[in-house]
């Protein structure tokens, strides 16, 4: 079998682009970071964290899912990068 390289195109800043959407949606929504923190059982301070330094903190997919429960949002819509 033959193998080649083939071209992808990743978005680098995707865990930015998360992030920013995370705040987005939980600011739509109407919920504080406290809130939502209690809601999904990690600290308040990692959420802010996560949302202050635009993901360089990291999550996890789980956390997300839990994010996109509580927020009524559809897990894709994390990844829309809207410039």
């Known amino acids: ?3 080649f390289k083939r071209e992808f195109i990743f978005n680098e800043n995707i865990g930015k682009v998360i992030a920013s959407n995370v705040r987005k949606y939980r600011k739509k929504a109407g919920i504080t970071q406290e809130q ?3 809601d999904i059982a990690i600290s ?3 959420l802010r964290r996560y949302e202050s330094q635009l993901g360089k903190e990291g999550i996890s997919l ?3 899912y839990k994010i996109s429960i509580v927020l009524d949002v559809p897990m894709n819509k994390f990844f829309e990068d809207k410039k």
Do not use: E
Request: proline residues 8%; negative net charge.
């Open 36 to 38: 939502l923190a209690v």
């Open 62 to 64: 789980m956390t997300l």
């Open 1 to 3: 079998m033959t193998t």
């Open 44 to 46: 308040p301070d990692y």
